[in-house]
């Protein structure tokens, strides 16, 4: 668990991150919130949370972002941003401002109340609490799809690269007319390899949503 009060660059969070990951380690990022979590200057919507693109990044790539209130010992979640506008005229044209807040406002849990949800499929940790979590079930399921999409990537180059090494196993034995010929029977139908994967994780105790994903290898990816 990484605990962040410095600046910190999109770039060198980046660098950190994959660290961990090259390692099969799930890194969690706590930021300090007094230098971390910014709200609007605009009079009148001081409420109004100030996106900036490190903030922006962290929540697309991971899904949840951190902030820690280290003076009150309170953890606030972020897991669903709403926008709102408002349109003022400005010498003769319309302006149109935009203003983040989210949903639900209060977002923030004394740390004692946190608890970690896991799952099983991914081996994927999250930290939630009792009064948040039913709030978090959407942001949670795009979570799984982020972790879906990286699983089909990795069984994609995984079963990409033992397909090549059969290929060229079986050219050295039966030579450059068989693979001809096998090429030309997989191209008769989509020039596609397809794997079915069925199972797609959930955040509970290890039950299974059931669906049916595919992961789709061009031919000329198999022959290189």
Not at 18 to 28: A, W
Not at 157 to 182: C, D, H, P, T
Not at 184 to 206: K, M, N
């Amino acid at each position: 668990m990484n605990f962040s009060i410095a600046p910190l660059t999109i770039a060198q969070w980046e660098e950190r991150h994959n660290l961990f990951e090259s390692v099969s380690i799930q890194d969690f990022w706590i930021f300090d919130k007094s230098k971390f979590m910014k709200f609007s200057s605009v009079r009148d919507y001081t409420d109004a949370r100030k996106r900036v693109d490190f903030d922006e990044y962290i929540y697309k790539k991971i899904g949840l972002v951190y902030f820690l209130d280290v003076e009150e010992a309170n953890l606030t979640i972020e897991f669903n941003y709403s926008l709102t506008s408002r349109t003022t005229n400005v010498n003769g044209h319309d302006r149109k401002q935009y203003f983040t807040y989210h949903n639900p406002e209060d977002i923030s849990v004394p740390i004692s109340n946190v608890r970690v949800r896991k799952c099983k499929t991914y081996d994927y940790c999250v930290l939630v609490s009792d009064s948040l979590e039913p709030f978090m079930e959407d942001r949670l399921r795009y979570i799984l799809n982020l972790l879906l999409q990286k699983s089909l990537q990795e069984r994609e180059e995984l079963f990409l690269k033992k397909l090549q090494e059969m290929v060229s196993f079986a050219s050295a034995i039966y030579g450059e007319k068989f693979m001809n010929r096998l090429k030309v029977i997989i191209g008769d139908s989509d020039r596609e390899f397809s794997y079915y994967q069925t199972s797609v994780g959930s955040f509970d105790d290890g039950s299974y949503d059931k669906e049916r994903t595919s992961i789709n290898l061009k031919i000329a990816k198999i022959f290189h």
